[in-house]
């Protein structure tokens, strides 16, 4: 978690100094945007391909080599002459894409062998407090780093984040290297859990059966593709307040509308790890994770924050939304990568890959709409249809999961 929380400082540093990096060579704010658009579609090829790539390779092999390779275009770019800037960039933006997205799956999808069952939601409350962090630090120190030493730096010290974390990924003990064997995922997926069928034809399984593991996985628990949907939806939201937030602080601030935004994000984080610590105590206390009630409660309850942060009031007040905000994303993090991790190892990378791809289709499709929307309308309309289209999911979502808690239990067949 220590070499995943400085990866993830390295990468939000680079979400600053890469787009600026990319204005400054092209000299047009188009080339941002595209530059976005093709590593978040890269990130959505990923997740379509992450779980039959978990499924014959060991996730400890994906999560070194996917640091490997990052590591290893950032170099390439800092490397590149000046008439090759361009196509290194277009490199650094499929790869860290892809490769963010395939170590993501492979980190979430195999903790559950790294520390087992009864400690995932420690983990994964550790990997959300330290990736918090990070992203206070990256993009605090972005402005500085770039300011003062410059764009080479910055790349350098990205290249030694991926180079950090791979070292850590290479001394990581996960039994069985973490690989979602093809075996247990058909056995799984027929609802045979001891897998003998899979044992005596191994290979019998044509390739076309194997496809649709990911509707699969959200088809072995009762809700799990409403809940997928709902992340989906949320990424959308969260695409409109990351895209209004600027624009909201040069409104109150044109001189300086960093600040505002600075402050925000670091409220937002603190919240963020409080939760988390809340979240690790009830589970050392009860032995249980928050469950999918919390990801639901979570997720209005974080939408409903994002739309009264740019409602106008007080900055004292704000402040306070913005904890709110920070602390109902932490629990749906933790509660809805806890949930997925209680699926078969078998279809557990496949439910990752495909939440990925949903997720990174929310977000690239929320930015294009919000940012054209944003030149017609206030931050305040567009993130409150955004987050309210959430918010109405939610709502759905929190019936549907009540409802299947009141029925009562299917007997089982003699």
Sequence with gaps: MAGYAISSYGT????VALNLFVYETTGR???MGLFMAVRLASGFAAGLTAGGLLARFPAKSVMLWTNIAQASVMLLLVLAPDGLRTAALVAVSVVVGSCGTLFMVSLRSSIPEMVGEDRRSWANSLSITGRSLAMVAGFASAGVVVSLVGYTAAFVVDTATFAVCAVTVALLPIPGGGRGDGKDENANANGNGNGSGGREKPDAAPARRRRPAALA???TAPGLALMVALRGVDALGSSSHNAALPVYSSGLDASRPAVFVSAFWCLWALGNIVVQQLVQRYARRTGQSVGAL?????????SGAFILAFAGFPLVATAAIALVAGAADGLTEVSYTSH?????????????????TVEN????????????????????????????????????FLIRVWGLRKAPPVPSSP
């Design 361 to 396: 289709l929310g977000f690239g499709a929320g930015m294009i709409l919000v940012a054209a929307a944003l030149d017609h309308y206030t931050p305040l309309t567009v993130v409150g249809w955004s987050h309210g289209a959430a918010l109405v999911v939610g709502a759905v």
């Design 12 to 15: 939000f540093l680079n979400m």
């Design 29 to 31: 704010a188009l080339a």
């Design 294 to 302: 919390g990801f639901g409660w979570g997720t209005c309850l974080m």
């Design 217 to 219: 996985a959200l088809a």
């Design 340 to 356: 997925l991790q209680t699926l078969p190892a078998g279809l557990r990378a496949h439910a990752f890959g495909l939440s990925a």
